[in-house]
């Protein structure tokens, strides 16, 4: 029987280099989120690599993964860290920011 070789567990970072840091995966997924806004009945958002620096970025929203349809649909160039580049069609904010705590509800 061979055995699989496993990577080591604790994201990007080295051991004493601090705390780990966000996959390219997760920066497009909080730029897009964060462009967005967050949909009430987010079930996932998921990236796939296309070539070089460019993804298919669906929002899917639903209750579970029997209802859950894609919403939003993007064509991103992103650079090596995560950050957007820009997108087509263009992302635009389509739901408010949620209150913070503590700040009227105007500011």
Request: hydrophobic residues 35%; charged residues 20%; positive net charge.
């Amino acid at each position: 029987m061979t055995k699989v070789p496993t990577l080591p567990q604790g994201g990007d970072s080295q051991a004493g280099e601090g705390p780990p840091r966000p996959t390219k995966d997760a920066a497009i997924r909080a730029g897009v989120i964060g462009s967005l806004g967050r949909p009430e009945s987010l079930y996932q958002v998921t990236i796939r690599p296309l070539w070089d620096g460019h993804y298919r970025v669906n929002v899917w929203t639903g209750a579970d993964a029997t209802s859950a349809r894609v919403a939003y649909s993007y064509f991103v160039a992103a650079d090596d860290n995560g950050v957007i580049a820009s997108s087509i069609p263009k992302i635009t904010r389509q739901y408010p920011e949620p209150a913070r705590p503590g700040l009227p509800s105007s500011y």
